[in-house]
């Protein structure tokens, strides 16, 4: 996902936290013959796992300047 920014990836996860908290106090309503239903929150919180997952991503990316560090480590038995 090219073009995605730390703030966008912020604001995105901020969403979806709201999105919950509004599900979690209004799963389903009905006024008169009319019902509205919220979305699935197991869906929601996959994108909530989604956008933290990506927000620490860029966290940590910026944070190291962008490189990956990888440590390689043999075990000998001496």
């Not at 604001?11 to 919950?20: G, R, S, T």
């Not at 309503?29 to 860029?58: H, N």
């Not at 990316?61 to 043999?74: A, D, L, P, S």
């Amino acid at each position: 996902m090219a073009g995605i920014t730390l703030k966008i990836a912020q604001k995105h996860l901020n969403a979806w936290l709201e999105a919950e908290l509004l599900v979690t106090t209004n799963q389903s309503y009905t006024i008169g013959s009319r019902s509205l239903t919220r979305a699935d929150l197991a869906d929601i919180r996959e994108q909530i796992a989604f956008w933290e997952g990506r927000v620490a991503a860029l966290e940590n990316q910026q944070k190291h300047g962008g490189r990956n560090r990888m440590i390689r480590i043999v075990p000998r038995d001496l």
